[in-house]
């Protein structure tokens, strides 16, 4: 039985509702309040609250919050929709709601990694550095042998390049470390022979090296290189060899020139020169000095870097005394000032972290020490938890995390703050038992490289585009399903996991972990009563399961074979699983008397030339079947007999066989076997002929019950190519073919029960509604080539989308969609994206209001439409602009019954009907009149002419300003002459006042127009709005009354 975890409905965060939710205001004494009267005896006989009395005697009793508020929490605890909660249904809510807060702040700070990647092997001995380029964006590896490694951003081998020396040879070569130089496009490599050479990666001339330094003093095993993104020019390359010494070389000039140039050398850049040591101590070349320190005593220096922000250079060793050396010049001397922090058992490697200040040492003891490099006398804080020694450790700088990863394969990630390890990874690495390895993170990219000898992996962090993305599920999601009866959405993920969501508000409610074991769920379905689930799997198993996690009955599809379920059929007495087979795997439900179950068979046999991969059902017998070869076969359920078969050949043209040309023996072609939808995703652009005409989904179109029969469609399918077809199995023929979605490879598709609008998903994750009511309803003699109506094309998805479905709540139709970024999103038919599921704020479906309705009168173009969703701009209506071709291509017939998503009550008045038949018969002149009426007053602004202003004549005063008392009567009369002020610009007028010269000509007309319409259209509107300006007259609220 799989893992059950019932999760309640938790409360809407701040960025849903702008106020904080009641259950979180709620204190401690709050609680107690609530449990003693959970607790009365008065309630222990009822066994708890029913909604209304919870409401009353809550607010009553513990006085935070409003009666609405209580009303919410009780919804919210109620799940099973009883009517009654009790104290045990409160705390288990309260304590499962805090779980999910811990868990959803979990995810945010603990990292999510991608599969382990294992990088192909190029190299023949250990990876000695791992390094990324900026310029161009890739990354470099080094072997022990001298084979460089370059990579590509998308880490694919670009070329590889054999370093070579004069006078070692090749098979005695032996690389200890290398280290970029990016403001010089250089690198500097370091060899047992006691030389440093700076070459530059040059395509046609592979290794070209330029400096070569000989006479060190020892063999310098680990180097770093800092420059000055300001001046390039400064520079210092710090050395650790194994004699203990920490050896600097800082450039002044490095854009120019590394080192100097003699006079005699010949000025060909591309012939090597050799430099001594001894050269660069004793000051002979001006353009860059030496600086070092031998504390650590002839141990091996193990990590070397400089920090710009302290101005220190840093070292370790492998001994318990002067473990941690900081060297600093002061006032520009010639020798170094230290400090040293002594370490037991001494250390491997270390990071600094220059905005936490703070310095991180991988212990030979275990323990991962932090450090402020201010105080050495010991550590700010010691992280245990490994068991082995810590080979390497590195700080993910804005996270403030630390990775630290040890000899027996363990990698930790630890919380710097808190001092606590956060997240453990290991078991997955490759086995051995002796290797060499090296860590290195590329933060901006998020790739973490760990060699194993020659063997690089990778492990990357799941993209984050800059924000926190809202997941679904923790993987990829394949199905999901919507169940009516209880108002629930169910959908599956590749690890495996069921999880139960309330379509009203979003919530998780339930979740069923491990329902296969590790195996991939692929596909689901629903009995008819929707009281079981059956998931299919890539172990070849249909499990059969309650609402409560039970498993009842395991149907062995796959015949104890790894097969690929591409989708359950219930029906009333089978149940059909299809997928990897060509002919299909049927169960008889009466024989779901035992727990394993074994197949039936199938009396039809093998009609498909490829595997099946869909199939559709018709009541009351008629079963449809799609193959990956582009084949349909029509059957008869109840015989399991084949009617009809057709497909298209290679000029896309129907092929129909008869049933006796059927029953002839089928020969293999030897293709491919289909590969899941999802597979595309990786290379959707780089899919071949074969899989053109390839059936991914199929369904009948239900509501269509006699148009098959007058030769519309009744079928329609889709799959390779971005086609969706149109068929009539009646007389098999196609009747419509388009491409829905161009360049991305396969597509699926879902029907509404209406039959009303199609949706289609593709593998870049766009989503396409169709209105396909008045599509296909007549035989044509070619095949359509045109496309329905497009009502809204977006993208709710970051990656292919896997699966597809509708539901209806509280009159609203709404989309369901799946994919491999891990969500399942909302979207309402007129594709606006509603929500995610497992996001933090939940909606509302019994408070929505769509935005626009299909038969609304302002529709946009689909152009505009995206223009709104990036711009959040609404564009103007310009007046005159032609019609939506949406509205154009949508009519609405006006007998026929109204759609069930949207009711229409005007339609049935008497008046309604009075209006349509004037609307009939007025035809023309009331669509002007409609035009009329929709015009917004933006558009009368845009349409003005402004210029400017002329000069203003000497105007005579206002008469309403010469003669009061005939404007405003006794009221001026009660009022004193001297609050009388007339305004100083009005003062200045002298001119006669006429209202034409305020406005625009074409304004004054557009209302004369209107108002001489109005007045035939509506007289009676007239005459109201004559009595009100009557009234209000004599009122003396106004002067004048303007319709």
């Not at 409360?11 to 401690?28: C, H, K, P, V, W």
């Not at 991962?368 to 020694?389: F, I």
């Amino acid at each position: 039985m799989a893992t059950t975890r019932d999760r309640p409905l938790t409360a809407d965060s701040g960025a849903a509702r702008s106020l904080e939710q009641l259950e979180n205001r709620l204190t401690i004494h709050d609680y107690r309040k609530m449990q003693e009267l959970f607790m009365s005896p008065e309630l222990n006989e009822n066994m708890g609250l029913k909604r209304e009395d919870f409401v009353e005697k809550m607010s009553a009793v513990v006085r935070r919050g409003t009666k609405e508020e209580y009303g919410e929490l009780f919804d919210k605890i109620d799940l099973a929709r009883d009517g009654l909660i009790d104290w045990n249904k409160l705390t288990s809510f309260v304590l499962l709601e805090l779980y999910e807060t811990d868990e959803r702040a979990k995810r945010l700070v603990i990292p999510q990694w991608k599969d382990l990647h294992l990088l192909p092997l190029i190299h023949k001995d250990a990876v000695q550095n791992v390094t990324s380029l900026k310029s161009p964006i890739g990354y470099l590896t080094v072997g022990r042998s001298g084979l460089i490694g370059i990579w590509g951003e998308s880490l694919k081998l670009q070329r590889t390049l054999q370093i070579t020396t004069e006078g070692v040879k090749p098979k005695d070569l032996w690389v200890t470390c290398l280290v970029v130089l990016p403001n010089v496009n250089k690198v500097a490599v370091a060899f047992t022979s006691k030389e440093i050479y700076f070459a530059e990666l040059n395509s046609k001339q592979g290794f070209s090296c330029q400096y070569k330094l000989q006479g060190l003093e020892g063999t310098v095993i680990c180097m770093d290189y800092w420059y000055n993104p300001h001046d390039g020019n400064e520079a210092i390359l710090t050395l650790g060899d194994v004699c203990g010494q920490v050896q600097a070389i800082a450039f002044n000039t490095a854009l120019i020139s590394l080192f100097e140039r003699p006079s005699s050398s010949p000025e060909d850049e591309n012939v090597t020169m050799t430099i001594k040591w001894q050269e660069l101590v004793s000051g002979y070349h001006k353009c860059c000095c030496i600086l070092r320190h031998k504390l650590h005593d002839k141990e091996w220096v193990r990590q070397v870097a400089y920090s710009s922000s302290l101005d220190v250079f840093m070292s370790v060793t492998t001994s318990s005394t002067n473990t941690l050396v900081l060297a600093w010049r002061e006032m520009l001397s010639p020798h170094l000032t230290m400090t040293t922090c002594h370490i037991p058992h001494g250390v491997n490697a270390f990071d600094f972290h220059a905005k936490l200040n703070l310095i991180a040492t991988a212990g030979i003891n275990r323990r991962v020490c932090l450090w402020n490099p201010y105080v050495t006398s010991k550590p700010a804080g010691v992280l245990e938890g490994h068991s082995d020694s810590v080979m390497a450790v590195q700080f993910i700088t804005e996270r403030k995390l630390l990775f630290s990863f040890s000899k027996d394969k363990v990698l930790r990630i630890w919380d710097i703050q808190h001092q606590l390890c956060i997240q453990r990874i290991s078991g997955s690495f490759p086995k051995s038992l002796d290797f060499h390895s090296v860590l290195y993170f590329d933060e901006p990219h998020g790739r973490l490289f760990i060699s194993f000898n020659n063997q690089l992996t990778l492990l990357e962090l799941e993209q984050d585009s800059g924000k926190s993305r809202i997941t679904s599920h923790r993987k990829a999601v394949t199905c999901i399903l919507y169940n009516s009866v209880f108002k629930q959405v169910i959908s599956s993920d590749t690890g495996s996991t069921v999880i139960f969501w309330l379509l009203d508000t979003g919530q998780k409610i339930k979740e069923f972990t491990g329902c296969h074991g590790n195996a991939e769920i692929s596909t689901m379905a629903l009995d008819g009563t929707q009281t079981r689930l059956f998931t299919g799997s890539t172990d070849g198993t249909v499990k059969v399961w309650d609402f409560n996690g039970h498993c009842h009955h395991k149907l062995n599809a796959g015949r104890d074979q790894t097969v690929e379920i591409s989708q359950i059929l219930v029906l009333s007495r089978t149940v059909l699983v299809l997928g990897w087979d060509r002919m299909i795997t049927v169960f008889r439900l009466s024989n779901l008397t035992q727990f394993l179950v074994q197949p039936s068979e199938w009396k039809g046999g093998a009609q498909h030339q490829d595997d099946i991969l869909c199939a559709a059902f018709l009541p009351p017998q008629t079963l449809v079947t799609g193959s990956s070869g582009g084949e349909i076969v029509v059957w008869n359920n109840s015989t399991e007999t084949a009617r009809i078969k057709l497909h298209l050949n290679a000029g896309s043209q129907l092929k129909t066989d008869s049933d006796s040309q059927m029953q002839q023996k089928v020969t293999p072609t030897g293709g491919l076997s289909f590969r899941r939808h999802t597979q595309f995703a990786t290379n959707y652009t780089n899919f071949d002929s074969e899989n053109c005409n390839t059936i991914a989904r199929v369904s009948f179109l239900d509501a269509r019950k006699n148009v098959s029969v007058t030769g519309g469609a009744n079928l329609v399918t889709c799959g390779g190519a971005g086609c969706v077809r149109f068929w009539n199995t009646h007389r098999s023929r196609l009747l419509a073919e388009f491409e829905a979605h161009s360049g991305v490879g396969s597509v699926i598709m879902t029907l509404d029960q209406r039959s009303q609008y199609l949706i289609t998903g593709d593998l870049a994750g766009w989503l396409k509604i169709w209105h396909i009511e008045d599509y296909c309803l007549a035989l044509e003699e070619i095949p359509i080539t045109e496309p329905p109506p497009l009502i809204r094309a977006l993208q709710p998805h970051d990656d292919c989308i896997t699966d597809l479905a509708t539901c209806i709540q509280n009159s609203h139709l709404f989309v369901l969609s799946s994919s491999a970024d891990c969500s399942v999103a909302l979207t309402d038919i007129s594709g606006i994206p509603f929500g995610v599921f497992g996001q933090e704020g939940h909606w509302r479906i019994g408070n929505y209001v769509p935005i626009s309705s299909f038969r609304g009168e302002n529709k946009y173009k689909i152009e505009e439409e995206n223009d709104i969703k990036k711009n959040k701009s609404v564009p103007f209506v310009e007046e005159g602009a032609p019609a939506n071709p949406v509205e154009q291509a949508v009519p609405v017939a006006e007998d026929k019954e109204d759609s069930a998503y949207v009711v229409n009550v005007w339609d049935n008045t008497i008046l309604g009907k009075k209006y349509k038949e004037e609307k009939t018969r007025k035809g023309r002149k009331y669509t002007l009149l409609k035009k009329a009426t929709r015009i917004k007053p933006i558009v009368v602004f845009r349409s003005l002419n402004i210029e400017a202003l002329k000069e203003t004549t000497e105007m005579n005063k206002l008469n309403f300003l010469l003669h009061p008392d005939k404007y405003f009567g006794e009221k001026l009369a009660e009022k004193s002459s001297e609050d009388l002020k007339p305004p100083t610009l009005s003062a200045t007028l002298k001119a006669a006042f006429d209202e034409k010269n305020l406005f625009p000509k074409e304004i004054l007309d557009r209302e004369k127009k209107f108002k001489a319409t109005v007045d035939r259209f509506c007289p009676a509107l007239t005459e109201t709005g004559k009595r009100s300006g009557t009234i209000n007259s004599r009122k003396g609220s106004c002067v004048t009354f303007q319709t």
